[in-house]
């Protein structure tokens, strides 16, 4: 009899546990350390699921309490975590035989919903294709930077590079300088690089993949990609604004830079938010209302089947156009002229109310776990952890052992996806032969 461990979709949060598990002991290691001695299991544990879970949230300081064999553990870990682990394991599987299986095909789909093209061996080679040119990229350009401009050595530059290249494109946010990127605040030529790697990560294979070949005819693009594209410019547009207003003359952020300054790094900010970690201001001087609207924009996250956390933005949009629908009394809910199925509406509700609970949760325990850290501070460190976003406040390095378990049960839950543990706990889910009358209570 088989086991319903051995469904895809619950095989995919046993694959991540599995990782972690296997991260965390390689990051105890001695040789992992600066220092004399292996790194405490609770540091190790939060810092293996950061990676793994593509988050970049630290409690220690990654350049200097590890060492470089750390920091190649945290490159390969984050590009493990950001491909995905069933599609890496699917896409290793082809190389050998040659040839995919259904169940390969199976778990390649579950883990990375959207990407269910006819021919999944050929996407997978696709998806790899566009990981290696985009952060090859972006190494390229950060390498001549590092060793024209800053005059580092060669072999330092294209190590500096290629390390931020993976973790801008697979939105992880680990950083070779305890700054992060405040130190190149005003440098185009670091902040830009990486802004448009985490974009690019963040879109989604699917919308990418349908972009390169329909881009001149907008027309005939799918819901999907209509709403990730529309979605990420409208939330780009809005955190930039509200960050430039906001942050336009404090002190301890864009205060004391030049115009050009300023615009290039509420851009660099804004797309951060999205998901991507890096942070090109001290975030522990943003204003309030600034972490109030960081704080949403996390949880929205950026497209489905992309390296990026949170909700997602076809989920966010989704749930707006059946609000929209239910206000103006419509029996639809169309987008484009295309009727939602009530399936995908039921999807969204649960991903966000799930989402919701999480985060709420999670703010609560973290609340009554720590002392002297405001609300609205721990309010945004549960966001980042289960956006999987990895901003900070600077307050995730003085959170007891207990505090950084919660945040760690919290980027496991937002990598793997909310449906995904949720259909891994319910083992006992069925297709019923029946149906109940239908009664309708007063709402509202």
């Known amino acids: 009899m088989r086991s319903p461990w051995q469904h895809p979709a619950r095989i995919v949060p046993l694959a991540f546990l599995g990782a972690i598990a296997a991260g965390t002991a390689l990051m105890m290691l001695p040789a992992a350390r600066a220092e004399p001695g ?25 350049p200097s309490y590890w060492s470089t064999f750390g920091h190649v553990l945290l490159t390969v870990l984050s590009q493990i975590g950001g491909f995905g682990i069933m599609t890496l394991a699917t896409l290793l599987s082809l190389l050998v035989s040659r040839r995919l299986r259904l169940r390969g095909r ?4 579950a883990e990375s919903a959207g990407l269910t093209g006819g021919n999944i061996a050929a996407v997978l080679r696709r998806v790899a294709v566009v990981m290696v040119v ?5 190494a390229v350009v950060l390498t001549l930077r590092f060793w024209i401009s800053y005059e580092y050595p060669f072999g330092k530059a294209l190590w500096y590079a290629v390390f931020h ?41 699917p919308v990418l993949f349908e972009l390169a070949r329909e881009w001149r005819t907008p027309g005939c ?44 790094t509420a851009f660099t900010q804004d797309i951060m938010t999205r998901s991507g970690g890096f942070n090109s201001v001290d975030l522990g001087q943003l204003n309030s209302e600034t972490i109030a609207t960081t704080t949403g924009l996390m949880f929205i996250g950026g497209g489905s089947a992309s390296t990026a956390g949170g909700i997602k933005l076809t989920t966010f949009l989704l749930l707006a156009y059946v609000i929209w629908a239910e206000i103006r009394g419509e029996p639809d809910v169309v987008v484009r002229k295309r009727r939602i199925a009530e399936e995908t509406q039921r999807q969204a509700m649960t991903v ?14 973290l609340d009554a776990l720590t002392e002297n850290v405001p609300f609205d501070r721990a309010l945004f460190e549960v966001t980042s952890a289960f956006a999987t976003v990895g901003l900070s406040t600077g307050v995730t390095g003085s959170l007891p052992p207990s505090a950084q ?11 793997v996806g909310t449906i995904a543990v ?11 032969l029946y149906r109940y009358p239908e009664e309708r209570p007063l709402v509202g």
């Open 352 to 365: 966000a109310l799930m989402g919701v609970a999480l985060v709420g949760t999670g703010t609560v325990v």
């Open 221 to 264: 693009w799918s819901t999907h990609t209509f709403l990730t594209v529309a979605g990420s410019l409208l939330l780009t547009a809005f955190g930039f604004l509200t960050f430039l207003i906001f942050e336009w003359r404090n002190p301890g952020t864009l205060g004391p830079l030049g115009v050009p300054a300023k615009v290039l």
């Open 165 to 205: 290249a993976v973790q801008a494109f697979n939105n992880a946010g680990f950083a070779l300088y305890s700054d992060s990127l405040i130190g190149f605040v005003t440098d185009p030529w670091i902040c830009l690089p990486l802004a448009f790697g985490v974009l690019a990560g963040s879109i989604g294979f």
């Open 106 to 109: 199976l778990m390649a789909q």
């Open 134 to 138: 985009c952060e090859g990229a972006i």
């Open 422 to 432: 949720g259909t891994a706990i319910a083992l006992n889910t069925r297709r019923r």
């Open 38 to 62: 292996h790194a405490p299991f609770v540091t190790a544990l939060f810092t293996a699921a950061s990676a793994v879970c593509v988050t970049g949230l630290a409690v220690v300081d990654t």
């Open 405 to 415: 378990v919660v945040l760690v049960v919290l980027m496991f839950c937002g990598r």
